[in-house]
Nanobody
Framework: QVQLVESGGGSVRPGGSLGLSCAAS????????MGWYRQAPGKQRELVAR???????NYADSVEGRFTISRDNAKRTVYLQMNSLKPEDTAVYYC???????????????WGQGTQVTVSS
């Protein structure tokens, strides 16, 4: 059974910082991209940031310069450091990973359960 287990999140005042982490476990042969998406109430899920196995990164324009994504391939873990948080960053944040499982024949996207981030004064 494959799992993406998220930790971190919570509530913070505007201008504050939070960190998220997500660890992949199970019968995984290889991991391609790992990333974070978010979904605010009444809005579609959107990409926040993602990182390739070699370290290449992509960020949403709205978080560029404030958020930093990183990964530890040995631990199969992706991190998201969020600084200078704004109320509009409030959302449920979901971990995402492209995984190739042992005995599989294709890459498949997996999702974490989501963790709430609330930015409010």
């Amino acid at each position: 059974q494959v799992q993406l287990v998220e930790s971190g999140g919570g509530s913070v005042r505007p201008g504050g910082s939070l960190g998220l982490s997500c660890a992949a476990s199970g019968s995984i042969f290889s991991i391609n991209y790992m990333g974070w998406y978010r979904q605010a109430p009444g809005k579609q899920r959107e990409l926040v940031a993602r990182i390739g196995s070699g370290g290449s990164t992509n960020y949403a324009d709205s978080v560029e310069g404030r958020f930093t994504i990183s990964r530890d391939n040995a631990k199969r873990t992706v991190y998201l450091q969020m600084n200078s948080l704004k109320p509009e960053d409030t959302a449920v944040y979901y971990c995402n990973a492209d995984l190739f499982l042992r005995y599989s024949t294709a890459w498949k996207a997996y999702w974490g359960q989501g963790t709430q981030v609330t930015v409010s004064s």
